[in-house]
């Protein structure tokens, strides 16, 4: 039985700081924000609105590191 290694993950081809940049785009839309960000950049937000955001992205990433993505077969 093969397992899943390394060579699994490198077809992946997402970088973590890729994976970081779509969750905030994703939380921006999700509170509403996407718009002034699109527009401003991200120092057009007040440091409340990013907070939120960083706390999003951080549970996301959490939640994503917990969940396993590659089954294990014994």
């Known amino acids: 039985m093969r397992r899943a290694g390394r060579q699994y993950m490198r077809t992946l081809n997402i970088s973590p700081q890729m994976m970081r940049e779509k969750l905030k785009y994703e939380a921006a839309e999700e509170l509403g924000l996407l ?28 939640a994503s590191t917990t969940s396993p993505t590659v089954l294990k077969r014994d």
């Open 35 to 62: 718009d002034k960000v699109l527009e401003g950049g991200w120092g057009a937000l007040t440091a409340e609105q990013t907070g939120r955001i960083g706390g999003i992205v951080a549970r996301q990433m959490r």
